[in-house]
């Protein structure tokens, strides 16, 4: 059979991922033979494609799956995508507008079928590049946020919460999206570092002759002038003066004391407003006197609401200003903002202008500047469903990886906001809210049954659906995706079907920690009122890819690689270990592309591995050799399984992978395969390659979650196979106790010590790995010399030696090394010069013994000892114990030599 000398992934992955869904490997069903194990896929938006995020995520989420499937669970992987109202929206939008189609000028319903088309033409590109990653999902059983089931599903619940008294409709202070013209939610709201301005501006005091300022402060200049008694305010955004209502100051705060119940008058406006009191107002931030605008800020909105003060709302929903303004009506925000600065120069209330670092919040999708809007949105009331979903996590019953994110979790839980559930938007789930002509409305999932329900109120008994205008707003997005998990199973429309029941709850979720309370926390909350139970047992949260700089990898800022150009270059195999090498739970991953060559060099290690044993002859007269080393390996290969299991029951996926890779790299191919390869063409013996080919194929079964494709491809060019014997289903190793394997582990151990001794003389003295040497054994240790009898044929192959002999006293011309306890002698006379040598050591051993008389000097001087810190004074003495260890050992080789 002819194997190829080198492996190349891409000759393979398509080959076995057909194969695979041929075999119909993925697919999952209710089986009451056998435990099941599910997994939800978070859901990524139908506008996505693959990013590095996503590769972490999924290629986690895979290895779980894989590694259930092989342990014998019904294991189900469900995927599916999320219609992403902002995002899909703002797509379509776009596309319209390059075919000469503005939105305006369609009807809702014409507007959702280009939706539509949209999404069955472009929303599963992401769910075909997880296919090249090796995704292991149902395919069958995939799912999107806006199809006819789910949306009713959705409709279902709004409705249900509605009539629990949990959703109501009233003004609020929202996130708002001027570009999107719509509220979004905190989890769509990115901070972004900027410069901004301060702007300091004189508010005239009402009948100021009157009043007499306190003492002066240092910070006068900033506050009260006492000329002209103007009080001065430092703000960020000018152009919201016009809404301003008050002006607060601390009661505690002397210089403002006597103003408490005054009033100012706003700049260029004329309007006068007052001056009230509060300790929310800090004495030492900017002047110490706030400017109180309700309308567009949320702390000013809840100072409002407890002074009773009035609401001035001066912004158009596209961030324009209103007729409430005033002055600049029409113009944009920033436009106004560079207009007010200019006229308040010129009329004298502009004090100055300072620049500082601050942060601006963006939408997420359009990336404009945020506006705290007061709106009129349905909410959703959280106190509720919060505080079961609190104890859960508590107590365990749902369990965070790892942990630390518990106290995260409960900050959120404990000071939970009612949720802004509304979007206006066209595409999503249209809130089922239906307003009767005199201003009421009903709620109800259909027309018909809203209809039905209005006509029981008097006076509506003749009301037809033509008198029935339903809600324009949508839902949140993740209003549908908190019902995911039961959504899926179809848990809404038949809360008793048979895939709920078996694969609800599911066991493990897969997320990323910046939606642990978004999508979350939400989800546990919809399991729990909706099916009384949690819908995951188990939250493994992914830290964030970011690059050498701790960037987040993003396509703005282009330090993310095509994660499918990564796959081309190295394999599915190379990038998904890469990822897993460096990426413990919670912890942000460094991306660095030596890890993904990594992966690939680790593929093509396996890959020689698996030829160089398929090249063995064998000759079935030979008697097994390798006896030794094959009980070695078997201990060492099930110890590795036990802890492979324990990192696995942690939620220690890195750790897992890197307890294989040291198996596979260092102990099975380094170690093992050198001490039981035969001699260059030369047969190998039946029982030693019987072994050696089993524990390949338990080391392919171990590998197969993280390398699922070269680990097939192995498989089956190893041996034949019958048409169902695929590594993907076979069973995942347990660990089987070996008698005795302490010892065992113990005494290769020694027994590696030693060659690892003779092969550091190699090194140390430029002698080629190969160049025949002898090894002397200075020591009455009877289990020594035992060892030595017992491992001899192991220790003169993997150390190159002709001879290893058991001596009384150090051989001449030698060098030595300590191992075990005993001393070791490599003799190498002829070997080297040992004129130059000798030279070489006693230069070394001058410099060691002055930099011994250095150390000494400073540590025999008083004052240093008494006076340096105690951490220095120690570092000190460890140098000299070093140094007269290293004395010691020069002083030993020149005496061998």
């Known amino acids: 059979m002819s194997i190829a000398k080198t492996y190349t992934p891409a000759d393979v992955e398509a080959k076995w991922y057909q194969r695979w869904q041929e075999q119909g490997f993925f697919k999952a069903k209710a089986n009451p033979r056998k435990q099941p194990y599910s997994v939800v896929i978070p859901p990524p938006n139908v506008t996505g494609v693959l990013h590095m995020g996503h590769m972490l995520n999924n290629t986690i989420q895979d290895v779980l799956v894989r590694r259930a499937r092989m342990q014998g669970f019904e294991a189900c992987w469900v995927p599916g995508t999320d219609h992403a109202s902002i995002a899909t929206e703002a797509k379509v939008v776009s596309l319209l507008k390059e075919q000469g189609i503005e939105k305006k000028d369609l009807t809702r319903e014409q507007f959702l079928d280009h939706a539509f088309a949209w999404k069955e033409k472009y929303g599963g590109i992401i769910l075909e590049q997880l296919k090249q990653l090796g995704a292991s999902c149902d395919w069958d059983r995939t799912r ?158 809840e100072l409002g609401v407890k002074h009773k003060l009035p609401v001035i709302d001066i912004l158009n929903n596209d961030g324009t200003l209103n007729e409430q303004a005033k002055l600049y009506v029409g113009q944009d925000r920033f436009a106004a903002r560079r207009n007010i600065v200019k006229d308040l120069e010129e009329a004298g209330h502009l004090v100055k202008v300072e620049e500082y670092a601050s942060i601006v919040q963006t939408s997420e999708r359009t990336k404009a500047v945020i506006e705290p809007k007061l709106s009129l949105q349905w909410f959703l009331k959280m106190e509720h469903l919060a505080k079961p979903a609190l104890e859960v996590v508590e107590n365990d019953t749902v369990q965070l990886h790892p942990a630390k994110f518990k106290n995260t979790y409960r900050v959120w839980m404990e000071n939970v906001r009612d949720w802004c559930i509304s979007r206006q938007l066209w595409w999503g789930q249209q809130i089922p809210a239906y307003y009767l002509p005199d201003g009421t409305y009903v709620v109800a999932l259909t027309p018909d049954e809203a209809l039905a329900q209005a006509r029981t109120q008097p006076g509506n008994e003749a009301l037809t659906l033509a008198d029935l205008r339903q809600d324009e707003d949508v839902l949140d997005t993740w209003f549908s995706s908190w019902l995911w998990p039961i959504s899926v199973f179809d848990g809404f429309e038949d809360p008793d079907n048979a895939d709920v029941n078996y694969f609800y709850p599911t066991n493990d979720l897969v997320t990323g920690p910046d939606i642990l309370f978004f999508w979350v926390a939400r989800m546990i909350m919809a399991g729990l009122e909706f099916r009384k139970e949690v819908p995951f047992k188990n939250v493994y949260l992914t830290g964030i890819v970011r690059d050498a ?129 035969p001699a260059y063409q030369a047969p190998i013996d039946p029982e030693t390659l ?43 190793p347990k660990p089987q106790p070996v008698a005795g394997a302490a010892a065992l582990l113990a005494r290769m151990a020694q027994a590696l010590e030693i060659v690892g001794g003779v092969r550091t003389i190699r090194n140390q003295k430029g002698l080629g790995p190969n160049k025949p040497l002898t090894l002397a054994a200075k020591t009455t240790d009877a289990e020594l010399q035992t060892l030595l009898t017992d491992y001899t044929g192991i220790i003169r192959k993997l150390a190159a030696l002709t001879e290893v002999s058991v001596v009384e006293a150090a051989p001449a011309a030698a060098v030595g090394f300590v191992a075990g306890g005993a001393e070791f002698f490599v003799p190498l006379e002829g070997q080297i010069d040992l004129g130059a040598e000798k030279e070489r050591l006693t230069k070394e051993l001058d410099y060691a013994q002055g930099f011994r008389a250095s150390v000494s000097k400073k540590l025999s001087n008083e004052k240093f000892v008494a006076n340096a810190k105690p951490e220095l004074v120690e570092r000190e003495r460890q140098k000299l114990t070093d140094a007269e260890a290293q004395i010691a050992a020069l002083q030993q080789q020149l005496a061998g030599l």
């Not at 199809?147 to 003004?171: C, S």
């Not at 078997?634 to 040291?662: C, N, P, W």
């Not at 072994?691 to 390949?696: D, G, I």
């Open 144 to 301: 999107f946020t806006m199809e006819p089931k789910l949306t009713e599903a959705v409709l279902r619940v709004f409705v249900d919460l509605h009539q629990k008294g949990l959703i109501y409709r009233g003004v609020r202070m929202v996130n708002w999206d001027p570009l999107g013209q719509t509220a979004i939610s905190d989890e769509e709201v990115i901070p972004k570092d900027v410069m901004a301005k301060m702007y300091y501006l004189k508010y005239e005091i009402v009948g100021a002759a009157s009043y007499k300022p306190q003492a002066a402060s240092q910070n006068e200049s900033l506050s009260l002038e006492a000329d002209s008694l103007q009080l001065i305010i430092a703000t960020s955004r000018p152009e919201t003066i016009m809404a301003d209502v008050a002006v607060a100051v601390n009661p505690k705060d002397p210089r403002y004391q006597h103003l408490i119940g005054q009033r100012v008058r706003i700049p260029l406006l004329g309007r006068d407003i007052p001056v009230i009191g509060d300790e929310y107002v800090s004495i030492d931030f900017g002047t110490g006197a706030l400017k109180v605008t309700p309308a567009h800020d949320l702390n000013d909105y």
């Open 549 to 677: 700089q701790g960037r987040k990898m993003s396509k703005q800022l282009g330090n993310s690689p095509d994660p499918l150009d990564l796959i081309a270059q190295f394999g599915a195999d190379g990038v998904r270990t890469g990822m897993l090498f460096s990426a413990p739970a919670g912890n942000d991953l460094l991306y660095d592309e030596k890890l993904v060559e990594q992966g690939r060099n680790f593929s093509n290690k396996l890959w020689n591995a698996f030829r160089l044993i398929k090249g063995w002859e064998v000759d079935a007269e030979l008697p097994f050799a390798n006896d030794k080393a094959v009980e070695w390996f078997g201990a060492r290969l099930q110890a590795a399984i036990a802890e492979v299991d324990e990192h696995f029951e942690k939620f220690r996926i890195s750790d897992a992978l890197m307890t294989v890779y040291k198996l596979v790299w260092d102990d099975y191919c380094s170690v093992y395969l050198e001490m039981i390869k």
């Open 690 to 732: 019987r072994h050696t080919s089993a524990y390949l194929e338990t080391l392919l079964r171990l590998l197969h979650p993280f390398m699922p494709f070269i680990t097939e491809e192995i498989w089956h060019e190893l041996k034949a196979r019958g048409p169902k014997e695929y590594v993907c289903v076979a069973a995942w």
